[in-house]
């Protein structure tokens, strides 16, 4: 059995009208293999009209990694400066490359914002490789029935193939890595057992219950890192009440990593680039009249 070797509550952040919490990094782990950032934003029910129309003051740039959002529940709507557009419904990702620079804008359907309705999802932040991030951006909305679900043995519950792949089912969305995100889903009382690959570094995070996972009791909203060997990850759903969980890592990132603000790259004169051409305006500019 894979065990746990460094665990973190997820911290409160507020950002534009959510109060979400964020999961990676955290005080003991930066990285997951390639992903790098991990938001949780809980579920919330908004009133007509209470949430902010997409106008562009929630425009921001990005530069060096690809921005991954999974939604539980609700409708987010995609705008960026290099044509990109798109709407995802609840159980659908959007994945963004943002390259060598793109600014990007989330926001809701006119629709969605009009009617009362629950909002619920995740962001990870998931780090190119140095060669990827010079290539152009690129844009992908998947929607809940394009992703590959496997059913669990003796119907224990489900694993949703969100990036990477999961016994030969792929995920549609590009990876420059060996990496994944699965949702994993059981129903209550089970125990399962999610074989790995040695080499991989393996993180996981807890939104909604309390669970045993490799023989701990791990809390809500708590992220966790595993050792790194081949061993199985044990996963134990509560009595009478079923789980979700995130599985999320990959291949070891080796090249060396500068973060600052949206942008991350390898080098600071790298950093120093990204926050040039973005201020002279080599990323374009976002057409509102284009959803």
Same mark, same amino acid.
């Given at each position: 059995?894979?065990?746990?070797?460094?665990?973190?509550?997820?911290?409160?952040?507020?950002?534009?009208?959510?109060?979400?919490?964020?999961?990676?990094?955290?005080?003991?782990?930066?990285?997951?293999?390639?992903?790098?950032?991990?938001?949780?934003?809980?579920?919330?029910?908004?009133?007509?009209?209470?949430?902010?129309?997409?106008?562009?003051?929630?425009?921001?740039?990005?530069?060096?990694?690809?921005?991954?959002?999974?939604?539980?529940?609700?409708?987010?709507?995609?705008?960026?400066?290099?044509?990109?557009?798109?709407?995802?419904? &609840?159980? #659908?990702?959007?994945?963004?490359? @943002?390259?060598?620079? !793109?600014?990007?804008? =989330?926001?809701?359907?006119?629709? *969605?914002?009009?009617?009362?309705?629950?909002?619920?999802?995740?962001?990870?932040?998931?780090?190119?490789?140095?060669?990827?991030?010079?290539?152009?951006?690129?844009?992908?909305?998947?929607?809940?029935?394009?992703?590959?679900?496997?059913?669990?043995?003796?119907?224990?519950?489900?694993?949703?193939?969100?990036?990477?792949?999961?016994?030969?089912?792929?995920?549609?969305?590009?990876?420059?890595?060996?990496?994944?995100?699965?949702?994993?889903?059981?129903?209550?009382?089970?125990?399962?057992?999610?074989?790995?690959?040695?080499?991989? &570094?393996? #993180?996981?995070?807890?939104?909604? @219950?309390?669970?045993? !996972?490799?023989?701990? =009791?791990?809390?809500?909203?708590? *992220?966790?890192?595993?050792?790194?060997?081949?061993?199985?990850?044990?996963?134990?759903?509560?009595?009478?009440?079923?789980?979700?969980?995130?599985?999320?890592?990959?291949?070891?990132?080796?090249?060396?990593?500068?973060?600052?603000?949206?942008?991350?790259?390898?080098?600071?004169?790298?950093?120093?680039?990204?926050?040039?051409?973005?201020?002279?305006?080599?990323?374009?500019?976002?057409?509102?009249?284009?959803?």
């Amino acid at each position: 059995m894979k065990h746990i070797i460094a665990r973190s509550t997820a911290q409160p952040e507020k950002v534009g009208p959510f109060d979400i919490v964020r999961a990676l990094p955290n005080h003991s782990v930066q990285t997951v293999g390639p992903v790098i950032f991990l938001d949780h934003m809980p579920e919330k029910e908004f009133a007509p009209n209470a949430l902010p129309a997409l106008d562009g003051s929630f425009a921001h740039p990005h530069r060096g990694i690809a921005t991954f959002t999974y939604l539980i529940k609700g409708e987010l709507a995609h705008l960026d400066s290099q044509s990109g557009r798109g709407i995802i419904q &609840e159980g #659908g990702v959007q994945w963004m490359n @943002a390259g060598n620079g !793109i600014i990007h804008d =989330e926001g809701f359907p006119d629709n *969605f914002r009009a009617r009362r309705g629950s909002f619920y999802g995740f962001q990870f932040w998931v780090n190119l490789p140095s060669k990827n991030k010079a290539a152009r951006p690129d844009y992908m909305p998947v929607q809940a029935k394009d992703l590959p679900v496997i059913e669990l043995p003796a119907g224990a519950g489900t694993l949703k193939v969100l990036l990477g792949e999961y016994k030969d089912q792929r995920s549609p969305i590009p990876a420059f890595t060996e990496q994944f995100i699965w949702h994993i889903h059981l129903i209550s009382d089970q125990v399962v057992e999610v074989p790995t690959k040695s080499g991989f &570094e393996y #993180g996981g995070y807890l939104p909604t @219950a309390t669970a045993r !996972i490799s023989g701990e =009791e791990v809390s809500r909203r708590e *992220f966790f890192l595993f050792e790194n060997n081949s061993d199985a990850i044990s996963l134990q759903s509560p009595s009478g009440q079923s789980m979700d969980i995130l599985l999320f890592g990959g291949e070891p990132y080796l090249e060396s990593i500068v973060s600052h603000g949206p942008f991350v790259m390898n080098t600071p004169e790298e950093i120093t680039l990204a926050y040039s051409d973005f201020r002279s305006g080599k990323y374009g500019k976002i057409n509102y009249k284009a959803l």
